[in-house]
């Protein structure tokens, strides 16, 4: 059994890159698609949404923090998508789902409302440790580090 998961491991290692590639598209796409009524919605959008700030003791300029958490959302999905400036969209995205996951807690929502945030923001935290991979733009651009390529873990 040891050596059928062993193989397996193997075999796999080489699709990393595609694995890489899938969760950056579905949960880059995701995100744009949450994203794109906050960052189009306008000035009186933005300030219902920046109100929740809020809950945190912040409670000037609701409208800036309105259509920052639009930004993050829209912006930092598409940039994650593609793979573009990713690990500093990956702490955009984990700041902004720490807010999220923060604000709904202290509303009272409870955790079944709040999780969402926490899986979204943990699973940023992860991505920014393991890099966007060969299909990306900061690949074609060489912004990713020498040492990313040519990884062996078998």
Not at 79 to 85: S, T
Not at 118 to 133: K, N, Q, R, T, Y
Request: net charge positive; aromatic share 16%.
């Amino acid at each position: 059994m040891k050596e059928l998961i062993r193989s397996l491991n193997q075999r796999f290692f080489s699709f990393m890159d595609l694995g890489l590639l899938i969760f950056r598209l579905g949960i880059g796409s995701m995100f744009m698609w949450h994203g794109f009524p906050k960052i189009t919605g306008g000035v009186e959008k933005w300030a219902e949404l920046g109100k929740s700030m809020a809950v945190l003791g912040i409670t000037f300029a609701p409208a800036i923090w309105g259509f920052m958490s639009g930004f993050a959302e829209f912006f930092g999905g598409l940039f994650l998508a593609i793979g573009f400036l990713y690990r500093p969209m990956c702490l955009l995205l984990v700041s902004n789902m720490l807010i999220a996951f923060s604000t709904q807690m202290l509303e009272g929502k409870g955790m079944l409302k709040a999780a969402q945030s926490l899986e979204d923001g943990f699973s940023f935290l992860g991505a920014f440790f393991v890099g966007p991979g060969k299909y990306s733009v900061d690949e074609y651009l060489g912004l990713q580090s020498s040492k990313q390529k040519g990884y062996s873990r078998f």
